[in-house]
């Protein structure tokens, strides 16, 4: 199983950024493709970004296009997600998963992930 660790949250004035990053350790981190979601109070995690195994597919939240970047450094094992025009509403505990299955692509389903974090806090303030 994959053990996995995020860094980069913070409190952000809206219009801001944040980079946050995503340690893997435990298994080939280049086999499995990586998720990004999120959840804020009161409200169901969500989708937010993906990429695959490889880094040449990616995959984003229609609320977050554009203005969301995922990528992956596969040799230093990790997983980012650039955040860019920041809004009160992307305020949330970020999380990024990693795919059960190896070798698959990018996945919007929650069901498909098998390994999470423990999260990050994105605060956006108005």
């Known amino acids: 199983q994959v053990q996995l660790v995020e860094s980069g949250g913070g409190l952000v004035q809206a219009g801001g950024s944040l980079r946050l990053s995503c340690a893997a350790s435990?298994?080939?981190?280049?086999?499995?493709?990586m998720g990004w979601f999120r959840q804020a109070p009161g409200k169901e995690r969500e989708f937010v970004a993906a990429i695959n195994w490889s880094g040449g597919g990616t995959y984003y939240a229609n609320s977050v296009k554009g203005r969301f970047t995922i990528s992956r450094f596969n040799a230093k094992n990790t997983v980012y997600l650039q955040m860019d025009s920041l809004k009160p509403e992307d305020t949330a505990l970020y999380y990024c998963?990693?795919?059960?299955?190896?070798?698959?692509?990018?996945?919007?389903?929650?069901?498909?992930?098998?390994?999470w974090g423990q999260g990050t806090q994105v605060t956006v303030s108005s």
């Open positions: 435990g298994v080939t981190f280049s086999s499995y493709s």
């Open positions: 998963a990693a795919r059960e299955v190896p070798y698959s692509g990018t996945s919007a389903d929650i069901k498909d992930y098998g390994s």
